[in-house]
């Protein structure tokens, strides 16, 4: 069991941020990563749906004889964590709550800002789990347009400059020294988002803290991979071709992603939508 691999879902490429990280601290875990782009994005789908689509990609990990599971999705962690981790006898890993805790330790002012999904935002997931400091001061909101950016392989444009703009002026105007990027998808916009908050303000993303989490996990349960594992890597989507999504992964981060398998979870209900360039 100690040498079987890591599963790790998202709704789409955002989650190959922590499936990186994962890879960087832990480099002897196999992992075997699903992107649910059948479904993606997540965002502003109703709660009961994402909560569906989550947990038919989970069940195909664990039919794969995956030892953990890691929600890297903020928008799935916030709509099923609990359901997850009674349904599974496997330990769940989600993105949520180690980037809390980073945004606190690492707030100056006291003040943290939080952009993620609608389905994030909406949830209060980090909000009720940032008040629960009564001395801290939380604004929040929905950047939806940043998932689509992403998915399309679009990270430094005008346009995602000019978008950030709109989004973060108010968590600007409202002080924020810290701004927790909810959503894995962010961190490829990291530059924009930066530029338009300012070098004073900290981003917080959950892609290493997670993978520190991880690592706990692995640890306390006596899961670690032995010490001559061999580590395989295995991507999988749901709804788009192979030879999209793994030009997609790979022009957001270089040629890690080689080979990208198809997979059926659920019932597909739309056709996804692609950008023409993928097309």
Do not use: W
């Amino acid at each position: 069991m100690n040498d079987a691999p890591i599963g790790i879902f998202d709704s789409g490429v955002g989650g190959l941020t922590v499936a990186r990280a994962i890879r960087a601290q832990l480099p002897r875990e196999s992992l075997v990563y699903i992107g649910d782009t059948a479904h993606s994005p997540y965002g502003p789908k109703p709660i009961a749906d994402v909560r569906r689509y989550a947990l038919e990609v989970l069940d195909a990990l664990v039919d794969q004889g995956v030892k953990m599971l890691v929600i890297a999705c903020n928008t799935a962690s916030a709509a099923m964590l609990r359901d997850a981790r009674e349904r599974y006898d496997v330990p769940v890993v989600e993105v949520i709550g180690p980037a809390v805790r980073r945004a606190m330790s690492t707030t100056r002012n006291g003040r943290i800002g939080v952009i993620g999904t609608a389905g994030t935002i909406a949830s209060r997931a980090y909000q009720d789990m940032l008040e629960v400091n009564e001395n801290l001061v939380v604004a929040a909101a929905a950047c939806p347009r940043f998932v689509e950016f992403v998915e399309a392989g679009i990270t430094d444009s005008p346009e995602v400059l000019a978008v950030a703009e709109g989004y973060l002026a108010p968590m600007r105007d409202a002080g924020v020294d810290t701004l927790v990027l909810g959503c894995t998808h962010y961190p490829f916009l990291r530059g924009a988002i930066g530029y338009v908050m300012g070098e004073g303000v900290s981003l917080v993303s959950s892609d290493d803290e997670t993978a520190s989490d991880v690592y706990r996990h692995l640890v306390r349960g006596d899961l670690l991979a032995s010490a001559d594992a061999v580590p395989r890597y295995v991507y999988e989507a749901t709804g788009v071709s192979a030879d999209d999504f793994t030009a997609l992964a790979n022009r957001l981060m270089g040629s890690e992603v080689r080979e990208v398998q198809l997979v059926q979870t659920g019932v597909i209900d739309l056709p996804v939508d692609l950008p023409a360039d993928l097309r």
